[in-house]
């Protein structure tokens, strides 16, 4: 029997074999997940902000894509991770409404995009598959078992990376 937990918007968790995480409603947030293929050991984080240096209330980690990586990575290692088989897959950044300005503070999605991709990239994490950008949301689950991230959309179907 799987055991399956919940990640929250702003929220992160971990669990190993045989577990599956999911998070709901990944809009302009992105779900960052991480495996280690040998002891079967998964994260995943649903950031709402690309860093927490921009933002006055920054006490949850898990918020932001700068911070909640490093929390992951901890976290992940505490239950047996080993950090130089980890691999990451990214979902989400969506541009969930049209705006006539072209300013960076809109384009929320994009940003999540690139401050989770540079922070893994910082930290010799291989991003192996992403489902990223567009304009719908996105469910997604994550599989312990193979590390398969399971991605349900309205109006776009189901995919897996």
Not at 18 to 22: A, E, T
């Given at each position: 029997m799987e055991n399956v937990v919940k990640v929250g918007m702003a929220d992160l968790n971990v669990t190993r074999d045989?577990?599956?995480?999911?998070t709901l409603g990944l809009g302009s947030c992105v779900g960052i997940s991480l495996y280690d293929s040998v002891k079967r050991?998964?994260?995943m984080a649903h950031i709402m902000l690309p860093?927490?240096?921009?933002?006055?209330n920054n006490q949850n980690r898990a918020k932001f894509a700068d911070?909640?990586?490093?929390t992951l990575l901890d976290n992940m290692i505490k239950l047996g991770a080993d950090r130089k088989r980890i691999t990451?897959?990214?979902?989400?950044?969506?541009?969930?409404?049209?705006?006539?300005?072209?300013s960076d503070i809109i384009r929320v999605g994009e940003r999540n995009i690139l401050a989770s991709r540079a922070?893994?990239?910082?930290?010799?994490?291989?991003?192996?598959a992403e489902?990223?950008?567009?304009?719908?949301?996105?469910?997604?689950?994550?599989y312990?078992?193979?590390?398969r991230l399971v991605i349900k959309t309205i109006g776009h179907g189901v995919s897996q990376i």
């Open positions: 045989p577990g599956v995480l999911i050991i998964i994260g860093s927490s240096e921009q933002a006055k911070t909640a990586v490093d990451a897959k990214l979902a989400g950044g969506a541009q969930m409404f049209s705006f006539s300005s072209s922070k893994l990239i910082s930290l010799n994490i291989p991003i192996i489902d990223v950008g567009g304009n719908y949301g996105r469910t997604i689950e994550f312990s078992c193979d590390g």
